[in-house]
């Protein structure tokens, strides 16, 4: 969980955050490939789904946070699987009373199955509604400048474009659109959805992007524990690389080497 | 199991047994069943759940005096692994 040289923690809702990694704890095979990937990520928050109890079956059955204790992360629920307001003001409900009060939330209302794509309308409603109920909400919402900055109107403590479909793994389709988000953002704006691998990662935090979320392209890798290590080294190198401020591009080449003192000369 | 179109069903009496939807599906109680005495027989005590009654959540410090009543809609949810 080290910063880099000169840099300031991730602050979401007065919270400080060591890692701008944030990850999800859905698909891997068990909970001690969960645990082992996370640990390897480095991550402080770590998202989760709010689910029925499966009743009669398996009392002993492992719990995802005794995997992911409480006490040494951030746990962020979240509303997937919501289609409606209503649905997700519900379940935030749900995860506070199951948290003890923890207040910090993803918000996600989707649009329908085949895009996850987010249904803003409803994104928005429920924004205004859980903020009011005193919740802290990162919302998950499209690469739309104008309904990224309506969400933070509304008291959003961080606003999450998608860079690509949730599970997609396309990594940033529009870098266009979530550089307007950047340039007027007033909260922290993080990556939450379609990354695939570490070089989007990094593109994100070299555009000033404040964290990646990031679930699929860790648990579906062959490998999760070895990329959610690289996960950590690209999401510290994409930060470095946009706090130490990238050459200018050039449409000629510059030598590195001196004219001066050739042998040939 | 006996099927009770919960809608429309009368407020349990004494001695009649109650009908409730539990995550969705009829659960039948014992009369004056509580949340608390609900979650004992589900082998659910000490478990990190969380409770909505009617769309409604009951904090853990009130489950012990929440009686339930027929018709009433429970959903216990945890947490499961999701990104």
């Known amino acids: 969980m080290s910063s880099a040289p000169h840099d300031s923690p991730l602050i979401v809702a007065g919270r400080r955050f060591a890692s701008r990694l944030l990850v999800g704890t859905g ?26 109890t499966n009743l009669g079956q398996n009392p002993d059955e ?75 909400v990162m919302v998950y919402t499209s690469d739309d400048p104008i309904v990224a900055k309506e969400l933070e109107k509304r008291g959003c403590c961080a606003v999450m474009p998608l860079g690509s479909l949730i599970g997609s793994g396309n990594g940033l389709l529009n870098p266009a659109t979530l550089a307007l988000i950047l340039e007027h953002a007033e909260v922290p704006v993080l990556v ?29 890798a062959k490998q ?42 | 199991m006996r099927r009770v179109n919960c809608g429309n069903a009368p407020q349990s009496r004494d001695g009649a047994i109650m009908q409730i939807q539990l995550n969705g599906e009829p659960h039948r109680l014992e009369p004056e069943a509580t949340l608390a005495t609900l979650i004992e027989s589900l082998g659910l005590g000490g478990r990190r759940i969380a409770i909505e009654v009617n769309e409604e959540i009951v904090p853990r410090s009130l489950h012990a005096e929440t009686p339930l009543s027929d018709g009433d809609r429970v959903e216990v949810v945890h947490a499961i692994g999701g990104g």
């Open chain 1, 27 to 52: 698909k891997y095979r068990d909970f001690d490939e969960t645990a082992t990937a996370i640990e390897a990520s480095g991550a402080d928050v770590v998202t989760f789904a709010v689910r029925r």
């Open chain 1, 62 to 136: 492992a719990n995802l946070l005794d995997a992911i204790p409480p006490s040494r992360y951030t746990l962020l629920p979240n509303t997937a699987g919501c289609y409606t307001a209503k649905d997700a003001v519900r379940t935030c409900r749900l995860a506070r009373e199951l948290l003890d009060g923890h207040n910090l939330v993803k918000l996600e209302v989707l649009g329908d199955e085949k895009t996850l794509y987010p249904n803003v309308t409803e994104t928005l409603a429920a924004a205004e509604t859980l903020v009011n109920d005193g919740f802290d």
């Open chain 1, 192 to 220: 939450d959805a379609g990354i695939g691998t570490a070089s989007d990662a990094a593109l994100a935090m070299e555009m000033g992007c404040d964290g990646v979320l990031m679930n699929s392209a860790i648990a579906h």
């Open chain 1, 224 to 265: 999760p524990v070895l990329m959610a290590s690289a996960m950590r080294k690209a999401i510290e190198a994409g930060r470095e690389a946009f706090l130490a401020e990238r050459m200018p591009r050039r449409a000629s080449a510059s030598p590195s080497s001196p004219f001066a003192g050739r042998i040939n000369a």
